[in-house]
C-alpha cells in the first residue's frame, strides 16, 4: 500500500507561481513512478506530469516549459512546481503512484494510488 498526502494549492493570480507537494508513505517500490494529474469542474480528469524510476519526465503539451515536476531521493516527496499559471489550469490537482514498470503515457487508468487531491485556481 502507498499513502499519498498532496499540499501546497490555494489560489493565485494569472502569471503567478505555485509548488505542490505530495508526502508518500508505505511500500517503497510501489513509490518508483508517480504523476500529477488535475481535473476541472465538468471536465475529465487529465494527466499533467509523470515521472519514473529513473527521474524520466513527460509532460502534458498544455503545461511544457511551465511546469516541472521532480521527487526528492527517497521518494518520499514528490514536486510540481507551476509558473506562468493560466486560469485554464484551475482544477483538483491529484498525486498518483505505481509500481514499475513506469508507464509510458501519462494515463491515469496506469495509476494505482491517489492522494485526495489540493485545489488550485488561477484568476485572471
Known amino acids: 500500500q502507498v499513502q499519498l498526502v498532496e499540499s501546497g494549492g490555494g489560489s493565485v493570480q494569472a502569471g503567478g507561481s505555485l509548488r505542490l507537494s505530495c508526502a508518500a508513505s508505505?511500500?517503497?517500490?510501489?513509490?518508483?513512478?508517480m504523476g500529477w494529474f488535475r481535473q476541472a469542474p465538468g471536465k475529465e480528469r487529465e494527466g499533467v506530469a509523470i515521472?519514473?524510476?529513473?527521474?524520466?519526465?513527460t509532460y502534458a503539451d498544455s503545461v511544457k516549459g511551465r511546469f516541472t515536476i521532480s521527487k526528492d531521493g527517497a521518494k518520499t516527496t514528490l514536486y510540481l512546481q507551476m509558473n506562468s499559471l493560466k486560469p485554464e489550469d484551475t482544477a483538483m490537482y491529484y498525486c498518483?503512484?505505481?509500481?514499475?514498470?513506469?508507464?509510458?503515457?501519462?494515463?491515469?487508468?496506469?495509476?494505482?494510488?491517489w492522494g485526495q487531491g489540493t485545489q488550485v485556481t488561477v484568476s485572471s
Open positions: 515521472i519514473g524510476s529513473l527521474s524520466g519526465t
Open positions: 498518483a503512484a505505481v509500481s514499475p514498470p513506469c508507464p509510458a503515457l501519462i494515463r491515469d487508468s496506469d495509476y494505482r494510488y
Open positions: 508505505g511500500y517503497y517500490y510501489n513509490r518508483d513512478c
